[in-house]
């Protein structure tokens, strides 16, 4: 059970927007620390994707885009690319548990 | 190029100890701070541990606290993170990871990854 929560899968057709959500607790998100989202390719390590909520790294497409509001955060990806086919994670810091802490995993399915 | 390159694992049975080690290369190692993270077969991330620039700073997940050390080497710009009292459930890919500091907001993210080295308990 992981202390953020967020679907175990998402799907759209190529072209389309999907939105991944991610719902902490006030012990973390709500408690104003930031979220940060990952992809992470079929057999391969984690790639940071967003940081602080809303900003991209150099070299991420301007089709990946955050947000955090309340006790949860959202990544939309627009423009669907069979590339984008990944598992995605959101992370925090929460203050109850003195530790990093990440959500389930989105698998993301490009019909 | 940015690199971290993870080693050390292996088959290990129940009790057993194994410990890992995390080369580092093309940043100034001994500037930033490190974590270990984890992923069981087909599960999620878990964070494990991180530890600050000079190794006198260190924090654990509760599941890992008093049977896993994080240490580091600056001189040979490796992490460690020595394992023992294993158990079937810590069977997993064990990443290290490089922490960026967001100086805004007082976040943390982790910015460099690498490959991960498998650990299994059986």
Same mark, same amino acid.
């Given at each position: 059970?992981?202390?953020?929560?967020?679907?175990?899968?998402?799907?759209?057709?190529?072209?389309?927007?999907?939105?991944?959500?991610?719902?902490?607790?006030?012990?973390?998100?709500?408690?104003?620390?930031?979220?940060?989202?990952?992809?992470?390719?079929?057999?391969?390590?984690?790639?940071?994707?967003?940081?602080?909520?809303?900003?991209?790294?150099?070299?991420?497409?301007?089709?990946?885009?955050?947000?955090?509001?309340?006790?949860?955060?959202?990544?939309?990806?627009?423009?669907?690319?069979?590339?984008?086919?990944?598992?995605?994670?959101?992370?925090?810091?929460?203050?109850?548990?003195?530790?990093?802490?990440?959500?389930?995993?989105?698998?993301?399915?490009?019909? | 190029?940015?690199?971290?390159?993870?080693?050390?694992?292996?088959?290990?049975?129940?009790?057993?100890?194994?410990?890992?080690?995390?080369?580092?290369?093309?940043?100034?190692?001994?500037?930033?701070?490190?974590?270990?993270?984890?992923?069981?077969?087909?599960?999620?991330?878990?964070?494990?541990?991180?530890?600050?620039?000079?190794?006198?700073?260190?924090? *654990?997940?509760? &599941?890992?606290?008093?049977? /896993?050390? #994080?240490?580091?080497?600056? @001189?040979?710009? $490796?992490?460690?993170?020595?394992?023992?009292?294993?158990?079937?459930?810590?069977?997993?890919?064990?990443?290290?990871?490089?922490?960026?500091? *967001?100086?805004? &907001?007082?976040?943390?993210? /982790?910015? #460099?990854?690498?490959?991960? @080295?498998?650990? $299994?308990?059986?």
């Amino acid at each position: 059970q992981s202390v953020l929560t967020q679907p175990p899968s998402v799907s759209g057709a190529p072209g389309q927007r999907v939105t991944i959500s991610c719902a902490g607790s006030r012990s973390n998100i709500g408690a104003g620390y930031d979220v940060h989202w990952y992809q992470q390719l079929p057999g391969t390590a984690p790639k940071l994707l967003i940081y602080t909520n809303i900003n991209r790294p150099s070299g991420v497409p301007d089709r990946f885009s955050g947000s955090k509001s309340g006790t949860s955060a959202s990544l939309a990806i627009t423009g669907l690319q069979a590339e984008d086919e990944a598992d995605y994670y959101c992370q925090s810091y929460d203050n109850s548990l003195s530790g990093w802490v990440f959500g389930g995993g989105t698998e993301l399915t490009v019909l | 190029e940015v690199q971290l390159v993870e080693s050390g694992g292996g088959l290990v049975q129940p009790g057993g100890s194994l410990r890992l080690s995390c080369a580092a290369s093309g940043f100034t190692f001994r500037g930033d701070w490190m974590h270990w993270v984890r992923q069981a077969p087909g599960k999620g991330l878990v964070w494990v541990s991180r530890v600050n620039v000079d190794g006198s700073i260190k924090g *654990y997940a509760d &599941s890992v606290k008093g049977r /896993f050390t #994080i240490s580091r080497d600056n @001189a040979k710009n $490796t992490l460690y993170l020595q394992m023992n009292s294993l158990r079937v459930e810590d069977t997993a890919v064990y990443y290290c990871a490089r922490e960026r500091y *967001y100086h805004n &907001s007082g976040s943390e993210a /982790f910015d #460099i990854w690498g490959r991960g @080295a498998m650990v $299994t308990v059986s």
